[in-house]
């Protein structure tokens, strides 16, 4: 596995890395008590598939990467309503989901973490291709 992201709301962003499973579930714990984050994450060894999961003020959204050219975003669990919008950091900035696509922080957390315990993408929820 490899993975890297950050957490929390500071500047400048400290990036942390890692290839041990366990070294990425404790990032994972303090992703969660922050809120606030972003993290890739890829197994075997090989880039794709690889999950990326954007967090801010307690809500996350979940991205599949098959391929460069082929992305997917999870689907989302209702605590936001569909008409209505969160802000999120992404790699590039930050990005605006609907509730359509907005889970509760705990539920997108146990999504990567089921995944990085080797669970198969389509077992992790309704995808929606981008």
């Known amino acids: 596995m490899t993975w890297s992201g950050w957490a929390g709301d500071e500047e400048p962003r400290h990036f942390q890395q890692g290839s041990e499973t366990r070294t990425f579930l404790r990032f994972l714990e303090s ?9 890739e994450i890829a197994r075997d060894n090989l880039p794709f598939p690889m999950l990326s999961l954007s967090a801010a003020s307690g809500r996350g959204v979940v991205h599949q990467f098959q391929a460069e050219d082929q992305s997917y975003v999870l689907g989302g669990d209702g605590s936001v309503p569909v008409g209505e919008v969160v802000e999120v950091p992404i790699i590039e900035g930050l990005a605006t989901f609907s509730g359509d696509f907005v889970l509760a922080l705990h539920l997108a957390v146990g999504v990567v973490e089921a995944f990085a315990q080797g669970a198969a993408v389509a077992r992790l929820g309704e995808w929606v291709a981008l």
């Open 31 to 39: 992703f969660a008590t922050h809120g606030e984050g972003y993290v």
